[in-house]
């Protein structure tokens, strides 16, 4: 079988809201609705539709709907007794840039990529003398919350485990996107970040994950475009916590305000305060508790966006920077979710030399652990004629495994029909993103080696066996230190 090599170059998650417009031309936006009990009231949707909103998305265990209605919605909605925050739901989408590389040339076998490629999973494991230790087993489940899992992809298959699911409705992100009919069994990758994650958890072949004999579950959030709202996230962080899985691994996140928000209708031009609280955040924190509540640890990337996170007015000035453009007004502070939230490990990212990754977020407080993510330091001080060189990536970025997949539109370009799958690939990466699945990796060995424990021993776990870096014990750029599994499959 022919393989294929893609370079992906994804340096950010970038955040937006997306505004439509029905038949007539009234503006529509996706508002996020937060009751004030964690359980739906029974005249649910009889009260969104009295309050001129219909029902998309509902979270029955946290009390929380998605709803469709004109911008006023947010106004009259928080005048009802029983919701306490509606607000625009905030949206992630995933950018990509590739170019394919031909190995047909390479001898492709048993981890031959992992010998030749993946110092990041060689710095985790030491070597590879962690494998040696544990490399853990299908009565640990660690659930991926991304773009889906290549179910073709022979590195990928040993280890998926039943129960994955997918929340990407149909018609897609945009609503344009045919391949998409809502099949909750539909959790094949289109866009190829889940892929490139779940390798770096359980990879197992050509490459191999921190954890190749792991278990684990797709719970599908974005499709080809690779955008999701955080409510779709939310659900399947429940949906995970439900089906008893023990790691929730989550490679993006989005940027919540705690204050006032503002939204400036572009039809009317008025400015509507839209409450205090957005609830994007709330919703993070509640699926957050119960996924504690039910025994899964949730390990979330910190963000690619070079900022201290901890220092919430400048996280505020910077979700202006980029909500404005749609309308809105943060005041107040503003923080990461779910990276900021107390039970969940955030996860910076390092280079092959241990140095924060020139993108990656950090803050005091705000970091728990570090892992490789990859850096592109090498990359800008490399003429732009000499970048191509596979040489480039593989000494800074990190390889894993993708499909080869390519949309097909409809004849005036606005209409994707279906999906060419080409064949299984590999992918040079970097992020936040890739420095995650292997803290949830290490997470995972952690339960492989002492039995299930609470989400928190887990984590008190993981940063006590991390291998200090940069300034001697704690500090804002690694938290405890990097990941390490040789570590944490050696405590007693």
């Not at 809502?182 to 921190?210: C, E, M, Y």
């Not at 220092?311 to 979700?319: L, S």
């Not at 060995?445 to 039995?451: A, E, K, T, Y």
């Amino acid at each position: 079988m022919r393989k294929a090599m893609i370079i992906i170059i994804s340096l950010c998650v970038i955040l937006t809201a997306v505004v439509t417009a029905n038949a007539s031309g009234e503006t529509k936006l996706n508002f996020t609705v937060v009751f004030k009990s964690e359980r739906l009231p029974d005249n649910v949707h009889d009260l969104i539709s009295g309050l001129g909103g219909k029902i998309l998305t509902t979270i029955p265990e946290i009390g929380v709907v998605q709803v469709e209605a004109a911008p006023a919605f947010a106004r009259t909605a928080l005048k009802s007794r029983e919701i306490q925050s509606a607000t625009p739901s905030l949206v992630e989408v995933l950018p990509k840039d590739h170019r394919k590389i031909d190995t047909s040339s390479l001898n492709i076998g048993d981890a031959a990529l992992y010998n030749m490629y993946q110092w990041d999973i060689k710095r985790v494991t030491q070597n590879g003398s962690a494998f040696g230790l544990g490399t853990g087993s299908h009565d640990v489940v660690v659930g991926v919350i991304d773009t889906g899992v290549d179910l073709n992809h022979p590195d990928l298959q040993a280890n998926l485990v039943g129960g994955s699911k997918n929340f990407v409705p149909a018609g897609g992100f945009y609503g344009n996107d045919l391949s998409e009919t809502g099949n909750i069994a539909d959790v094949q990758d289109r866009f190829g970040h889940g892929s490139h994650v779940t390798g770096n958890i359980a990879g197992k072949g050509s490459i191999l994950g921190v954890a190749p004999d792991v278990g684990y579950r797709s719970y599908r959030v974005m499709g080809g475009t690779g955008g999701s709202y955080s409510t779709w996230i939310a659900q399947a962080m429940v949906a995970a916590a439900n089906d008893g899985t023990d790691i929730i691994s989550i490679s993006f996140t989005g940027i919540n305000i705690k204050g006032q928000v503002w939204y400036t209708d572009p039809g009317t031009g008025e400015k509507i305060r839209l409450g205090n609280d957005i609830a994007d955040y709330l919703v993070y924190m509640r699926a957050a508790n119960y996924a504690d509540r039910k025994g899964s640890l949730i390990v979330a990337a910190a963000g690619n966006d070079a900022l201290n996170s901890s220092n919430k007015k400048d996280v505020t000035d910077y979700a202006n920077g980029i909500y404005g453009q749609y309308g809105y007004t943060f005041v107040g502070a503003s923080l990461p979710a779910p990276a900021s939230l107390p039970n969940v490990v955030t996860v910076s990212a390092t280079g092959p030399d241990d140095q924060l990754a020139l993108y990656s977020n950090y803050g005091p407080g705000f970091i728990d652990v570090a892992a490789p993510g990859g850096d592109y330091r090498l990359y800008l001080n490399t003429p732009e004629d000499e970048r191509t060189a596979e040489n480039v990536f593989a000494k800074e970025f990190c390889l894993s495994s993708v499909p080869f997949i390519e949309p097909v539109y409809s004849p005036d370009q606005t209409v994707i029909t279906g999906y060419n799958y080409r064949s299984p690939g590999y992918a040079f990466n970097i992020g936040t993103s890739m420095a995650t699945p292997k803290a949830s990796a290490v997470a995972a060995l952690i339960i492989s080696r002492h039995g299930k424990l609470p989400p928190s021993r887990i984590k008190e776990m993981l940063q006590k066996t991390a291998e200090d870096i940069g300034k001697t014990g704690y500090d804002s750029s690694f938290g405890h230190g990097m990941v390490s599994s040789s570590n944490a499959l050696g405590q007693k």
